[in-house]
């Protein structure tokens, strides 16, 4: 079979299209022939080497679309170890929904991992009531996009969408973001308490952390909520946010390591200003199965009713991954990157 393969550490020139045996399947495993698969932050770290317990050679990609060989059944596909960028994956059936007919691969590739983050950083840790105010940050990322919907179709009022550029805010707007906002602007913590009525907004979902982060706990009403996704190193000059796990497609690409650069969360300021702050990793729902397919179905229903759109930016060709980890980096893209295994020009 064709699979991108990364054989040392570097950057997109590292990745290689070779053709390597199909992988065996183990036990509570199941093959599939994959259609599409993601480009995510995650693949950009593993080929980087900041995940240096990654053995190589290695394929990367943590997520996959396609067709089960045991049934013929379409099935999305969460890959913790990677492996979808490849045309057959092994995966671990618990890990893995089937895809209703309402739904096309595309949509169902994005919904799975990203639909499902977002969710879960509005939801499960975030605590949404209907009638509430959101902000998200990085608002035109895989997971942004997805959670500025969500927000908007669980009944938040107003929803605020962060993105970095004018187009991206744009871009924004038209998902239903009531305001987009820049989140370089120095008066973001205002602007965001301001946009949410003045007395401050009810939950902000952040995948960015440093300034950021510190604006979100300013911005907060009392009783408010911060929900950090993932977490980043942060740079010495702009420390990462609080958190832990890996970094969600949508967030910033992590700078210069720096272990004591964090956002200081003291119960001081919590207490005064009768605010919380969580954190959200997806693992926690992909390892409780009957969450997963709960969540899973609430998504792809919501995209079969046309509430909830998965933003294709491109789709590119095996051989082209390379060119899509740039522009990912570059934060040149917004919603999701797809790759078709199946194409090869």
């Given amino acids: 079979m064709r699979a991108v393969v990364l054989r040392r550490p570097g950057g997109p020139e590292a990745l290689r299209v070779e053709r390597i045996p199909e992988p065996s399947p183990g036990a509570g495993e ?13 693949d950009l770290e593993r080929t980087a080497g900041a995940q240096p317990e990654l053995p ?35 995966a671990r059936d618990a890990y893995t929904v089937e ?21 879960g950083a509005l939801s499960l840790a975030g605590r949404l009531r209907a009638g509430e105010s959101v ?66 907004v009810d939950l902000f979902v952040d995948s960015v952390g440093g300034a950021v982060a510190r604006a979100a706990l300013a911005g907060l009403a009392p009783f408010g909520r911060l929900v950090c996704l993932g977490w980043r190193p942060g740079t010495r000059s702009d420390p990462g946010t609080v958190g832990g796990g890996a970094v969600p497609a949508g967030a910033e690409p992590a700078g210069t390591q720096d272990p004591a650069g964090v956002v200081a969360v003291t119960t001081a300021q919590l207490a005064q200003g009768s605010i919380g702050c969580a954190g959200f990793w997806m693992r926690h729902v992909v390892d409780d199965r009957e969450l997963l397919c709960g969540v899973a179905d609430r998504l792809f229903e919501l995209a079969a009713r046309g509430r909830l759109t998965v933003h294709v930016d491109r789709t590119v060709a095996l051989h082209e991954v390379g060119a899509a980890h740039a522009a990912v980096a570059a934060r040149a893209t917004t919603g999701k990157v797809l790759i078709d295994v199946r194409r090869e020009v």
Avoid: M, W
């Fill in 30 to 42: 199941s093959l599939i022939d994959v259609t599409l698969t993601g480009v995510n932050f995650d």
């Fill in 99 to 119: 895809i209703p007919a309402g739904v096309d691969d595309a949509q169902a590739l994005g919904l799975f991992e990203q639909g499902c983050t977002a969710y």
């Fill in 56 to 90: 190589l050679p290695a394929v990367l990609g943590v997520e996959a679309v396609g067709r089960r060989r045991a049934d013929g059944r379409r099935v999305a596909a969460l890959l913790r170890q990677g492996g979808g960028y490849a045309e057959v994956v092994a």
């Fill in 135 to 200: 902000a998200v940050s990085a608002a035109a990322g895989g997971v942004g996009h997805l959670a500025v919907q969500l927000a908007v179709a669980l009944g938040a009022s107003p929803v605020i969408g962060l993105a970095s550029t004018s187009v991206k805010r744009q871009f924004v707007k038209r998902l239903g973001a009531d305001v987009a906002l820049d989140p370089a602007d120095p008066e973001l913590a205002d602007r965001v308490r301001a946009a949410a009525g003045g007395a401050g």
